[in-house]
């Protein structure tokens, strides 16, 4: 317990050093036209992020994207449609800072049992997979590919 409490106050910039891979172009064409985010879906999507989350190693607050959106969503549309016109989500989309907390009404604190991880994922991360699961829910809508309950 104690050496995950001492490596969760270890500085981040004192971990291990990572060099980002180079970015290869497919061979052939991996997306369809019509794949490219919308600048009205991606701030719909930036609309709806849920207000006071805590932000990941990125440090963007969804407070900031909510409130920035009509500046930002074209500049996030670009980095959107490259992602998913290469095929290619970020490394850095794919960092996240593990929080411990408490499990409430516990007796013994002591015990490892007592809490529990969370994942604090990068913002941007969060909403590129929240705009591909609309677009996969809303075609599998379309399509008919879910089974009427």
Not at 14 to 37: M, T, Y
Not at 69 to 85: G, K
Not at 98 to 126: C, F, H, M, W
Request: net charge positive; glycine share 4%.
């Amino acid at each position: 317990m104690w050496k995950l409490a001492k490596w969760a106050r270890q500085d981040p910039t004192q971990g291990p050093s990572f060099s980002i891979p180079a970015l290869q172009s497919p061979s052939g064409p991996v997306s369809d036209p019509e794949a490219k985010a919308r600048l009205l879906a991606i701030t719909a999507v930036l609309r709806k992020l849920p207000a006071k989350k805590a932000p990941g190693p990125d440090g963007i607050p969804n407070e900031l994207l909510k409130k920035c959106r009509d500046q930002l969503a074209p500049a996030v549309t670009a980095i959107f449609n490259a992602c998913l016109q290469t095929g290619y989500y970020p490394i850095a989309f794919k960092q996240s800072t593990t929080v411990v907390l408490r499990k409430p009404q516990k007796e013994d604190y002591t015990q490892v049992k007592s809490y529990r991880p969370i994942a604090l994922l990068n913002t941007l991360g969060k909403a590129l997979e929240k705009l591909v699961a609309t677009r996969l829910s809303e075609a599998a809508e379309e399509h008919s590919l879910l089974p009427d309950t």
